[in-house]
């Protein structure tokens, strides 16, 4: 007698995220000051970095 399988279909419970970086000094340590969603529904946080204080836009699509 032969099983088969399905596929699995569910969704991924864990997914790897990179953490943005600062471009100047490349720290994780990034603080979000303000938050906006654009008309393309991009949404783009405005962030300042911990370490250097240097001003970093992150795109989230």
């Known amino acids: 007698m032969t099983t088969t399988t399905k596929p699995d279909t569910r969704p991924a419970k864990w997914i790897h995220v990179t953490l943005p970086r600062c471009p100047a000094c490349g720290s994780t340590r990034l603080r979000a000051n303000h938050t906006e969603k654009r008309a393309s529904g991009a949404v783009v946080r405005h962030s ?3 370490e250097c ?4 836009r992150v795109v989230l699509e």
């Open 48 to 50: 300042r970095c911990r």
């Open 53 to 56: 204080g240097q001003k970093v």
